[in-house]
Antibody
Framework: EVQLVESGGGLVQSGGSLRLSCAAS????????MTWVRQAPGKGLEWVAN????????YYVDSVKGRFTFSRDNAKNSLYLQMNSLRAEDTAVYYC???????????WGQGALVTVSS | QSALTQPASVSGSPGQSITISCTGA?????????VSWYQQHPGKAPKLMIY???NRPSGVSNRFSGSKSGNTASLTISGLQAEDEADYYC???????????FGGGTKLTVL
């Protein structure tokens, strides 16, 4: 059974940093692109970042470029999202998800809430 | 403002069929067959229901179907059931700098 479990969410002041983790199991982690998608309270979904199987390619939504860093450790079946210079508009539930061959997010974690206070 | 346009809400009675539209542009929905649909119950993570316009993942009921015409994709749910009440989001690959764009979501109410 595919499982994705996020951790590391919490309350942080504007301008601060936070690191999210996502532990994967139930599939060959190193064979898949992975992604982060976020959802602000009461709002819709927003794609945040993708990372290639070996971590050699990463893509980010414009609003987080230069502030967020997506990485992975295939030996530990884990993903990391380092978030710096956080802003109030980054407040959201952050989901890690597995990326399929047709730009679909086929498995999702339960989400980690990040709250940025101003 | 979301890149893809969905109706804010739709409703139907048990047993009926409903269709949710998702309108984009030639740079996303119209240009690629990489349209997906997600179901999200309150407080839960989204669940993939349709990918590549009309394909259902294993385990998803055949009451859910997808289609596309031009810049508009559609999700149809037939034989509505109480458990179908949820928010539904469409997404599409896009040729812009944003990899995937989402619709704003549609709240389905089963009357």
């Amino acid at each position: 059974e595919v499982q994705l479990v996020e951790s590391g969410g919490g309350l942080v002041q504007s301008g601060g940093s936070l690191r999210l983790s996502c532990a994967a199991s139930g599939f060959t982690f190193s064979s898949y692109w992975m992604t982060w998608v976020r959802q602000a309270p009461g709002k819709g979904l927003e794609w945040v970042a993708n990372i290639k199987q070996d971590g050699s390619e990463k893509y980010y939504v414009d609003s987080v470029k230069g502030r967020f860093t997506f990485s992975r450790d295939n030996a530990k079946n884990s993903l990391y999202l380092q978030m710096n210079s956080l802003r109030a508009e980054d407040t959201a539930v952050y989901y890690c998800a597995r990326l399929g061959d047709y730009a679909q997010f086929d498995y999702w974690g339960q989400g980690a809430l990040v709250t940025v206070s101003s | 403002q979301s890149a893809l346009t969905q109706p804010a809400s739709v409703s139907g009675s048990p047993g009926q069929s409903i269709t949710i539209s998702c309108t984009g542009a030639s740079s996303d929905v119209g240009g690629y067959n990489y349209v997906s649909w997600y179901q999200q119950h309150p407080g839960k993570a989204p669940k993939l229901m349709i990918y590549e316009v009309s394909n259902r993942p294993s385990g998803v009921s055949n009451r859910f179907s997808g289609s596309k015409s031009g810049n508009t994709a559609s999700l149809t749910i037939s034989g509505l059931q109480a458990e179908d009440e949820a928010d539904y989001y469409c997404s599409s690959y896009t040729s812009t700098s944003t990899y995937v764009v989402f619709g704003g979501g549609t709240k389905l109410t089963v009357l």
